[in-house]
């Protein structure tokens, strides 16, 4: 083979060096294309954070631009920080998978709001721009609905956002508050969850997760 630039020919001996001691048919990189592998290489110099990359991209069919907007914004080391008792609450299992679809913080720099917005200027925002919340969120959410009414007692209540993940197998209720938590909010979205369960839930479902957003 001929007509390799300089440039390509020291990418090779990068990528050579970098997996020289393993076998590359056995890592996730050897099922990305070139110019995904250049990305990793170029940007993310711990080897198990580019593995934890790799496997990511092929698992979400991460694009070229997906990628690098992911490294740039850390995903990794958000990714299943969230302060929790899954461990306590969850069985092993279940508890893995909940924590790795978590992240602390997340990033919604994609909404261009005033700085004194309100929590419905904050929703109609997130709702706006869906496809790009999905993708902040993770893979397995499925969005189901904004001020999902819920008839309790004849009387309705509504969630701010419902969503359904489909790995996790249950219900996904977000409520949007804006400041500091206050003792109610728990109150409050408990509620919503036993609702949930109560209405909403299949048989085979598992209960649902709440998340309490908080924004600044």
């Given amino acids: 083979m001929k007509g390799f630039s300089e440039r390509n020919l020291g990418y090779m001996v990068q990528f050579a060096r970098a997996y020289s001691e393993e076998s590359i048919l056995q890592q996730a990189v050897a099922k990305l294309p070139w110019s995904h592998n250049l990305v990793l290489l170029q940007s993310v110099k711990d080897a198990k954070i580019r593995n934890w990359y790799a496997q990511e991209c092929i698992k979400n069919g991460w694009g070229r631009a997906v990628l690098i907007k992911q490294i740039k914004q850390d995903l990794w080391g958000r990714q299943g920080k969230i302060t929790h008792t899954f461990q306590q609450a969850l069985p092993a299992l279940q508890s893995d998978l909940v ?19 309100n929590e419905r200027e904050l929703e109609a925002g997130l709702v706006t721009h869906i496809e790009k919340f999905l993708l902040e969120l993770g893979s397995g959410f499925a969005f189901v609905g904004r001020q999902y009414p819920l008839k309790v007692s004849e009387r309705e209540f ?52 709440r998340f309490d957003t908080l924004s600044d």
């Fill in 158 to 209: 509504f969630l701010d956002l419902l969503f359904y993940h489909l790995n996790l197998r249950c219900f996904i209720v977000i409520e949007l508050k804006k400041g500091e938590f206050k003792p109610e909010y728990a109150g409050k979205m408990n509620f919503y969850c036993s609702a949930v369960d109560d209405i909403l839930k299949h048989e085979d479902d598992q209960p649902n997760y």
């Fill in 99 to 117: 924590q790795e679809t978590l992240k602390d913080p997340y990033n919604f720099d994609f909404l261009t709001l005033a700085d004194n917005f």
